[in-house]
């Protein structure tokens, strides 16, 4: 007689907050961030659903919301994009690259230290050409880290992929030790000065979410 498989127990998850564009007035909760021109960002209400759309043309800006959460194990963060304009690069298979440091999707999640310095980042990129789970520094501090969470056209047909990751997992990963500092902002950017082209790509159902070993989901 062959023995009955082993059933692992689910993990539950609940949402820790959730970042919703309802409306404009929604862009209002959201500071601005401007390092060479602007980035337009507009909520955009779409076949039935609502979401944030960024637009860059020779530009750099971003939005960015401050928060307060300890990076402990079980920590996620869970989004949806879609890029619909990538910056044209001259060396594409360069993920770190003062001369093109442009990306259509930019997900920020930052960790402040005492000064601009101590300040550690986590940049989630979608890029057009270089692998998914590749991470390299930033051209502009070796504290900011670059890493492709999505690679290439859109594998969906509508072009929107959903991500999750796993914070405390990848912190440990791109920068070798545990996290000593809570993550205190969340920011959003497409950009694309240093190529001087154009980029553009949408963002929804953004959320930090907290994942436990439990027997049932309450999701």
């Known amino acids: 007689m062959g023995s009955k498989p082993i059933s692992l127990p689910k993990k539950s998850s609940h949402v820790v907050q959730a970042f919703n564009f309802k409306n404009e007035d929604s862009l209002k909760d959201w500071e601005e961030k401007i390092f060479k021109n602007k980035s337009e960002y507009h909520v955009i209400q779409e076949e039935g659903q609502t979401f944030l759309r960024a637009k860059s043309q020779d530009a750099s800006s971003g939005l960015f919301k401050k928060v307060n959460y300890d990076l402990t194990p079980g920590l996620y963060l869970a989004w949806q994009w879609r890029v619909t304009t990538f910056p044209v690069k001259p ?38 050409d270089i692998e ?29 992929m959903a991500e999750e990751r796993n914070l405390f997992n990848d912190y440990v990963e ?46």
């Open 132 to 160: 998914e789970g590749v991470f390299q520094s930033s051209p502009y501090s070796g504290k900011v880290k670059l890493f492709v969470a999505e690679s290439g056209i859109a594998k969906s047909k509508d072009g929107w």
């Open 174 to 219: 791109i920068f070798g030790q545990k996290p000593d500092k809570p993550i205190g902002a969340i920011a959003f950017m497409s950009d694309s000065d240093n190529t001087h082209t154009s980029s553009s790509a949408d963002f929804k159902n953004i959320a930090f979410k907290r994942k436990d070993q439990t027997g049932s989901s309450s999701l």
């Open 91 to 128: 060396k594409p298979a360069e993920l770190s690259n003062r001369s093109q440091d442009d990306f259509a999707a930019r997900i920020y999640v930052v960790f402040p230290g005492s000064s601009f310095f101590n300040t550690r980042v986590i940049e989630y990129l979608w890029d057009k």
